[in-house]
């Protein structure tokens, strides 16, 4: 896994990997947005409610913690081997969402994540125990870690496949 020498890289870093993304959607029309070309292959609109769904989850951890409230992860009643409910819950959030809606939103929760990244203390972001939440599993990540593979991962491998959807599209026209 990458590693950040900065609380500045990463942010960096996070906004580098969330504009190529996004900007992937640039030339994808509405009307295409919910085309499935391939079997078990998500949809331009599915790949952009995962990415807003699991920005916004991070953001509800690190808010019920604030709260004071126990964070059951990842998301109450979901187990980790089992995520396909929690994205089917991703999918029906932005249900009836433009993709230009979607698009301001998901730049809105990347500010919003790199704002909160900014007001971390380095040791509750970089050191392991920086959160309970982040404490969830036995390997007792930093909270860096949870968000790396929420944001920056998963922004370059679904930019991949949303490169891959728009070049079968294009092939079928």
């Known amino acids: 896994m990458q590693e950040y020498v900065s609380k500045e890289a990463f942010i960096t870093e996070i906004e580098k990997r969330a504009n190529l993304f996004i900007k992937e959607y640039e030339d994808i029309s509405e009307e295409d947005k919910d085309v499935r070309l391939a079997e078990g292959e998500r949809t331009p609109f599915e ?47 932005y249900q009836g969402k433009s993709l230009a809606e979607m698009i301001t939103l998901f730049k809105n929760a990347v500010a919003e994540n790199s704002q909160w990244l900014a007001s971390l203390d380095d040791d509750v972001l970089f050191k392991p125990g920086g959160r309970k939440w982040a404490q969830s599993t036995s390997s007792n990540w930093p909270v860096w870690k949870w968000v790396h593979i929420n944001t920056v991962a998963p922004f370059k491998s679904f930019r991949t496949k949303v490169r891959k959807w728009k070049k079968q599209r294009a092939e079928l026209d």
Request: charge should be negative; aromatic fraction near 12%.
């Open 47 to 93: 790949n952009l409610a995962y990415q807003l769904g699991w920005l916004a989850l991070i953001q509800h951890w690190e808010n019920a913690e604030g709260n004071g409230e126990t964070v059951e992860m990842p998301a109450p009643g979901i187990k980790w081997n089992q995520l396909g409910p929690l994205h089917e819950k991703f999918y029906a959030d």
